[in-house]
């Protein structure tokens, strides 16, 4: 395969975009800050078509896997990893949130913060719990799940036809067939998108830049440093485990997956990404079946860089502003967090949402006192946003080989030769 000059690869076009949005933020904070829209409208473009993506991906793979029982055992194997994992993702960041201590000696007067600047976060928490979350998978009609672009509600319409299109058997065959051809061109969609991304990726970055400076930063610099660092050891000690016990190198599959780490970095969303994450992971080997029932899932509940978010941003709110919060109220914090974490699936602003709803449901820490990382939200969703990607990269490759349906040939090539694939190899 000829290999596409440098200049021509898209993690080299973002890294270009990145440099000149930083620059442009630093230069011309106004004029830096007017290029949001720039980001949001990739954002937007991206999001209508995961809706299509994740159905037909995943009516398709039902489908190929002719066997109720084993969708339901793939399932629950991804439920009780997604558990496992944010679990561990809880711990590790109250242990680092602990150690570090970024937040003492800030000795913050809650009565003097801004908190008219949080309430359209907080009127968002009533969505936030178990019986909300539960409602919400159900859609109010069959084509609101797609209207709406919720990922969950279009899972639950996606199982259903995938289960009746196996009820039909051989009669239902045209019928897969056309919806593997509605898939490729959707795929073909996502390519032309995916041109402008570099343009996306300078938008975003100039807004973040110009919008939040550099110096007005330095205050809150050591928590942000803190969770990058937490973010990336997470990645190497606690997802490399579970490559290694998958007999797969992290930082070879980081590689292969590079230009997508770039865009989440960039955009701070790791919907941007999900398409070209569910077809590179069919060609490295994974079952097309348990690629598209987990990696939707995943993006719902296996929120690791989430995790980490919540709990050293609950942390460091008691730390600035000198509540006590000992270990016993940190354990009955993370078993909340284990609930809120999984209930704001399809909430804008999700982490920051179930910060809000966490402080208010725990009662100790005030829950004013969230506007203190109003402001670095967005610098933070930079760190959890790629750790989100990986962990669920990394938990497709786990289920694919618990389930013994993961090509090992094909994960050595792909992982081996490290392709960058471009947006117009994505139909092929």
């Not at 928590?223 to 990336?232: A, D, N, Q």
């Not at 998958?246 to 599959?253: D, M």
């Not at 016993?328 to 909340?336: E, F, N, R």
């Not at 289920?399 to 947006?423: H, N, T, V, Y």
Request: proline share 4%; net charge neutral.
């Amino acid at each position: 395969m000829t290999k596409n000059p440098l200049y021509a690869r898209l993690w080299v076009q973002v890294l270009v975009a990145v440099a000149l949005g930083a620059a442009l933020g630093v230069l011309q904070p106004k004029l830096g800050a007017a290029m949001q829209p720039l980001g949001d409208a990739f954002i937007k473009a991206i999001r209508m078509l995961i809706a299509p993506i994740v159905f037909c991906t995943l009516v398709h793979g039902v489908a190929h896997m002719a066997d109720v029982a084993r969708v339901g055992r793939v399932a629950v194997k991804a439920l009780v990893y997604f558990e496992a994992m944010t679990t561990i993702a809880l711990m590790f960041g109250l242990v680092a949130i602990n150690l570090t201590e970024p937040g003492a000696g800030m000795h913050v007067d809650v009565s003097r913060l801004d908190a008219h600047l949080i309430e359209p976060y907080l009127k968002q928490t009533a969505a936030v719990g178990i019986v909300p979350f539960l409602m919400n998978i159900l859609p109010n009609t069959l084509v609101g799940a797609f209207a709406e672009g919720n990922v969950l509600q279009v899972v639950f319409v996606a199982l259903l036809a995938g289960f009746a299109l196996v009820g039909l058997g051989a009669g239902g065959r045209p019928i897969a067939n056309g919806v593997e051809a509605v898939a490729k061109l959707i795929f073909r969609m996502v390519a032309i998108v995916m041109r402008f991304a570099p343009l996306g990726v300078f938008g975003a970055i100039s807004f973040t830049v110009g919008q939040f400076g550099l110096g007005s930063l330095a205050a809150l610099a050591k928590l942000i440093v803190e969770f990058y660092v937490v973010c990336v050891l997470f990645i190497v000690v606690a997802l490399g485990s579970v490559a290694r016990i998958c007999g797969v190198s992290l930082p070879k599959l980081i590689c292969y997956l590079w230009d997508e780490v770039l865009v989440c970095i960039a955009t701070t969303s790791s919907e941007t990404v999900l398409p070209n994450l569910m077809r590179k992971l069919e060609l490295a080997g994974c079952d097309e079946g348990i690629v598209g029932l987990v990696v939707p899932l995943g993006y719902s509940f296996n929120l690791d860089g989430t995790c980490l978010y919540l709990a050293s941003a609950v942390v460091f709110l008691a730390q600035a502003t000198d509540t006590s919060l000992p270990l016993t109220d940190q354990i009955g914090l993370l078993l909340i967090l284990l609930l809120t974490s999984k209930g704001a699936a399809g909430i804008a602003g999700a982490a920051f949402v179930v910060l809000a709803a966490t402080l208010a449901a725990h009662n100790s820490v005030p829950v004013a006192s969230v506007a203190l990382v109003l402001g670095i939200h967005r610098l933070m969703s930079q760190g959890l946003t790629p750790t989100n990607f990986i962990g669920n990269a990394v938990a497709v490759i786990a289920i694919a080989k618990w389930e013994k349906a993961l090509d090992g040939e094909k994960l050595k090539a792909a992982l081996g030769s490290a392709p960058q694939l471009q947006p117009n190899t994505l139909s092929k």
